[in-house]
C-alpha cells in the first residue's frame, strides 16, 4: 500500500486557513470600514470589555502574539479607548476600557454577533454546537 498523498485542497491546515481568512475578511471588512478597527484591535477591545487586563492575559485570551497584542493595545490607547493602570498586583500594567472604549464596544458588538449569525445561517442548532466542540476539540489536539 502506498503512502497518502498530499491533496492541498485537501490538507486541514489548508482548509482551515481558507476559511478562517474568508470569515476574517467578512468581518474585517465591516470593523475597518464602519469603526476603524482592525482584527487584532477589536479582539483585544472585546478581551478587555470581557475582564482581561494584562499583557499575558490578552495574549492567552486573543490567540495572538505579543507584538500584534501591543500594537493594538498601543492604537486603542491613542484613540483613547483603552487607559493603562496598575494591575492587582501593582508591578504590572493593565488596560482598561474608557468610557468611549465602553461605548464603541457596545457599538460593534451587536454588529458582530450579527456577522455570526449570518455567516452560520445556514446551519441548524445542532449542527452550530457540534462545529463549535470540534473546534473546541481541534484546538485540544493542536496543543502541545
Partial sequence: MG?????LAEFLPYRLSVAANAVADRVAQVYRTR????????????????????QAELVEKTAMD???????????????????????????LALALTPEGERLHA????????IEAELLSGFTEAERAMLMA???????????
Fill in 3 to 7: 503512502a497518502k498523498q498530499l491533496i
Fill in 35 to 54: 469603526f476603524g478597527l482592525r482584527i487584532p484591535e477589536w479582539r483585544v477591545l472585546a478581551v478587555v470589555a470581557e475582564g482581561a487586563a494584562t
Fill in 66 to 92: 505579543k507584538m500584534t497584542v501591543s500594537r493594538a493595545a498601543k492604537a486603542l490607547v491613542a484613540r483613547g479607548l483603552l487607559a493603562r493602570t496598575r494591575a492587582k498586583d501593582r508591578r504590572t
Fill in 107 to 114: 457599538e460593534v458588538a451587536p454588529h458582530a454577533l450579527a
Fill in 134 to 144: 470540534l473546534l473546541a476539540r481541534l484546538a485540544a489536539c493542536a496543543r502541545p
